[in-house]
């Protein structure tokens, strides 16, 4: 069975907002799906070129004085069909998600109870990090983009973020609560 490319189905999405040209894209990924949803750069402009062969979106040259031209998207009907069908199709897995820390406690047996504290610690610090972050977004989202089409759905989006984010910290507490315990033992 062949790989879903999800790229297609992003830059897509990416193309009903305001976002016109890959540099707009690569923005708007950076402040919002690459929380959840990974894509480098260097994938953007094939799959946008893919998109305008497939006749998913159009593309066209705008002059800029003193700079390159640059490249416009926009999607076309059919590209707008395509992505409300995959928008309608169940989700075929649930991720599995790689994680070091996970990983490191799974075989934490063969080092002191402090030192895999010290690893959750770190970890609480970076998801403290990535709360605080989310929370700006909401704070943003709710300030400048209220307005926007799209705000509701990227809030339920950030909502799960902020909730598993906040799971994961809780885990934090009880799990060095756990080890704490055992080194007195």
């Known amino acids: 069975m062949a790989k ?27 402040q919002s799906i690459s929380h959840f949803w990974k894509i480098s750069y260097g994938q953007i402009y094939p799959n946008l070129k893919r998109l305008v062969e497939e006749g998913l979106a159009t593309v066209e040259d705008t002059s800029q004085e003193g700079l390159p031209d640059k490249k416009e998207y926009q999607i076309t009907e059919t590209g707008k069909q395509v992505l409300q069908e995959w928008l309608k199709e169940p989700i075929s897995i649930i991720p599995t998600e790689k994680n070091e820390l996970l990983l490191k406690l799974f075989f934490s047996r063969h080092q002191a109870s402090d030192s895999a504290v010290k690893q959750i610690r770190s970890y609480q610090e970076k998801l403290q990090e990535r709360l605080n972050t989310y929370l700006g977004i909401e704070k943003i989202i709710r300030t400048d983009q209220d307005d926007a089409e799209d705000a509701m759905f990227w809030l339920i989006t950030l909502d799960y973020g902020q909730r598993t984010t906040k799971a994961i910290l809780e885990w934090c507490e009880v799990s060095i609560e756990k080890l704490l315990k055992k080194s007195e033992e």
């Open 4 to 30: 879903e490319n999800y790229t297609k189905y992003v830059l897509l999405g990416m193309l009903t907002t305001k976002c016109r040209t890959g540099y707009a894209i690569k923005q708007m990924i950076d």
